[in-house]
Every structure is written in structure tokens, then in C-alpha cells.
Nanobody
């Protein structure tokens, strides 16, 4: 019903920046709450950032607050994650997720739809 496709991952030096994009299709984007999660090998999936349907509220993990910014453009059916001051510990597969229902922004199980992920690698 909803397809999510991430892009923008890659290799970057510590202190550098990347911008991830998530394009949605198959459902009215403005009805979806959106989140970004990441998962490194051997670790659980970790909440990164979330944004409400209207974009009026954003939420961030303590580990990225002040460095990352989530935004959305409902006319473009797209959500972005701007990542600045990247650290080696940010290295992970990053996933875009969406919920068409009430959701707890930190809880992966509350998101109905997931993208395939995009790898972010930060060199030390």
C-alpha cells in the first residue's frame, strides 16, 4: 500500500554531512507520520528522528539532537534527514519508516511501512 525508497547514503569522513531522502508512493503522504531509524550489525534498531503528519513537531534521539534535522514536503511526498557533524558511531543502515495510525515515535513496531534501507558509513 505504501512504498518507501531511501537514497543518499554513502561514505563520509567524520565531521562531514549527508542528506538522506525518503520518497513515498501508494498513499497520500500527508496522512503519514514519518521516522528514521538505524541499525548497525549486532545492534538493535535505533530510533533517530520522527516528524508528524503536518511537520509541525519533530523528535530526535539524544545521540543526534543538534546534529540531525528531519523535514518533509508533502507536495513532493518526501522526507529528508540532514545529518551534520557525522561520527563513526553513526555508521549503520538507515531506514525510513511510516505510520498511518497513532504511533509512539521511538517504537519500531508502531510503524507500518519500511523502506529497504541505505548504508551510511562514517570513517574515523
Amino acid at each position: 500500500q505504501v512504498q518507501l525508497v531511501e537514497s543518499g547514503g554513502g561514505l563520509v569522513q567524520a565531521g562531514g554531512s549527508l542528506r538522506l531522502s525518503c520518497a513515498a508512493s501508494g498513499r497520500t503522504f500527508s496522512t503519514l507520520g514519518m521516522g528514521w531509524f538505524r541499525q548497525a550489525p549486532g545492534k538493535e534498531r535505533e530510533f533517530v528522528a520522527a516528524i508528524t503528519w503536518s511537520g509541525g513537531n519533530t523528535y530526535y534521539a539524544d545521540s543526534v539532537k543538534g546534529r540531525f534535522t528531519i523535514s518533509r514536503d508533502n507536495a513532493k511526498n518526501t522526507v529528508w534527514l540532514q545529518m551534520n557533524s557525522l561520527k563513526p558511531e553513526d555508521t549503520a543502515v538507515h531506514y525510513c519508516a511510516a505510520s498511518g495510525r497513532q504511533f509512539r515515535f521511538r517504537v519500531p513496531a508502531d510503524y507500518e511501512y519500511w523502506g529497504q534501507g541505505t548504508q551510511v558509513t562514517v570513517s574515523s
